[in-house]
T-cell receptor, first 111, second 115 residues
Framework: DAKTTQPPSMDCAEGRAANLPCNHSTISGNEYVYWYRQIHSQGPQYIIHGLKNNETNEMASLIITEDRKSSTLILPHATLRDTAVYYCIPQDTGTASKLTFGTGTRLQVTL | ETGVTQSPTHLIKTRGQQVTLRCSSQSGHNTVSWYQQALGQGPQFIFQYYREEENGRGNFPPRFSGLQFPNYSSELNVNALELDDSALYLC??????????????FGPGTRLTVT
């Protein structure tokens, strides 16, 4: 499994864009990049995933660099409810859907 | 709401006892994964069941075992409980059409305390 590096914490003002970086320099060609978040005392929530193209859904956008060694999750207009721990997880298509969670980034959205 | 339910919500057991945790997967999902989350850490993969068979296991001892039923619900059993087993136990369901792909939908978890 590819190793990931994420900043331990970030702050964002409500209404502003939150940009959460993730370094996955050892990612292999068949590993997708998945993002999940975990709001306090709840189960993790799937956000978005991608292979090499940028992706967007109703929750967020995912920007993956051309060399695939890093990615950025963008929450375009952060709200207080987006306060959570965000996990970047490379996932091999050959594994049994095992998600390997690191320590993630604790995002605090403030007024 | 993901449609994944777990029971019980909280549980207190004594060291050496056995415990069974239950999970009902989201409608249409045939794959269930179990994770253990100790306080302040990320979830750790225990094992996964796909169509009633174990389909991958993490670094957990054999006293952690599971079952998946024909309706795709699942149980996690832990024998000979140890203090370090105190954690939040999460189950996640997914549609395992393609091996290794597919987002997982997590339940709210069962908080197990071993005293």
């Amino acid at each position: 499994d590819a190793k990931t590096t994420q900043p331990p914490s970030m702050d964002c003002a409500e209404g502003r864009a939150a940009n959460l970086p993730c370094n996955h320099s050892t990612i292999s060609g068949n590993e997708y990049v998945y993002w999940y978040r975990q709001i306090h005392s709840q189960g993790p929530q799937y956000i978005i995933h991608g292979l090499k193209n940028n992706e967007t859904n109703e929750m967020a956008s995912l920007i993956i660099t051309e060399d695939r060694k890093s990615s950025t999750l963008i929450l375009p207009h952060a709200t207080l409810r987006d306060t959570a721990v965000y996990y970047c997880i490379p996932q091999d298509t050959g594994t049994a859907s095992k998600l390997t969670f690191g320590t993630g980034t604790r995002l605090q959205v403030t007024l | 709401e993901t449609g994944v339910t777990q029971s019980p919500t909280h549980l207190i057991k004594t060291r050496g006892q056995q415990v069974t945790l239950r999970c009902s997967s989201q409608s249409g999902h045939n794959t269930v994964s179990w994770y253990q989350q100790a306080l302040g850490q990320g979830p750790q993969f225990i094992f996964q069941y796909y169509r009633e068979e174990e389909n991958g296991r993490g670094n957990f001892p054999p006293r952690f075992s599971g079952l998946q039923f024909p309706n795709y619900s699942s149980e996690l059993n832990v024998n000979a409980l140890e203090l370090d087993d105190s954690a939040l136990y999460l189950c996640a369901s997914s549609l395992g059409v393609r091996r290794g792909l597919g987002e997982q939908y997590f339940g709210p978890g069962t908080r197990l305390t071993v005293t």
